[in-house]
């Protein structure tokens, strides 16, 4: 069976500080990961994808995730936080050989104060 | 492209009454997810379909809830008779066919049963 931890129920950063929020997973074979954000009464937009290949991976509105495959763990990360980066963050995964559904993390609140 | 498209965005009923909740996938992809989303357990699967053909139903709840995808661009999930614990945000996905796509989410439909 696959999981994945979010460790930190809510995570409080300055703004312009730089923010990381956690996540680690277990999983049978090779992981495919993704992070997800869901703003209120939103659907959750995709962020970025662990594919292949180089274990920095950059995605959309200047956030990325390193992957680290000792750790099993694939944190989210950005150099410079904005109070609108204020939302719910899913870490989720799934096997490469297993089924398409995602399994997701509990999500962590990112509150980024001005 | 729209996204995903899913229908009602709110819809309050009565326990023991029928609900049913659509989904209109990005057109081209061939999986579709459900998900729901409450505080208690998070995100998770309910079922999935690939190619119109559901792949992974264990997640579904107990007889009450079915689901159908009769074509490429329409999906329902039915819940007979509803129950206050189906309170929830009910959410739909979409994927192409290659495994290293990525699940693109409706903006959800937020279920409340009296």
């Known amino acids: 069976a696959q999981s994945v931890a979010q460790p930190e129920d809510q995570v409080n950063v300055a703004e312009g500080n730089p923010l990381t929020v956690k996540c680690t997973y277990s999983?049978?074979?090779?992981?495919?990961l993704f992070w997800y954000v869901q703003y209120p009464n939103r659907g959750l937009q995709f962020l970025l994808k662990y594919i292949t290949g180089d274990n920095l991976v950059k995605g959309s509105y200047g956030f990325e995730a390193e992957f680290n495959k000792s750790q099993t763990s694939f944190h989210l990360k950005k150099p410079s936080a904005l109070v609108s980066d204020s939302a719910l963050y899913f870490c989720?995964?799934?096997?490469?050989?297993?089924?398409?559904?995602?399994?997701f993390g509990s999500g962590t609140r990112l509150q980024v104060q001005p | 492209d729209a996204g995903v498209i899913q229908s009602p965005r709110h819809e309050v009923t009565e326990m023991g009454q029928e609900v049913t909740l659509r989904c209109k996938p990005i057109?081209?992809?061939?999986?579709l997810f459900w998900y729901r989303q409450t505080m208690m357990r998070g995100l998770e699967l309910l079922i999935y379909?690939?190619?119109?053909?559901?792949?992974?139903d264990s997640g579904m709840p107990e007889d009450r809830f079915s689901a159908k995808m009769p074509n490429a661009s329409f999906s329902t999930l039915k819940i007979q008779p509803s129950e206050p614990r189906d309170s929830a945000v009910y959410f739909c996905a979409s994927m192409g066919p290659s495994a290293t796509d990525t699940q693109y989410f409706g903006p959800g439909t937020r279920l409340t049963v009296l």
């Open positions: 999983v049978s074979g090779n992981p495919y």
């Open positions: 379909f690939n190619n119109n053909v559901p792949i992974d």
């Open positions: 057109s081209g992809h061939d999986y």
């Open positions: 989720a995964v799934r096997d490469k050989a297993g089924r398409r559904a995602l399994t």
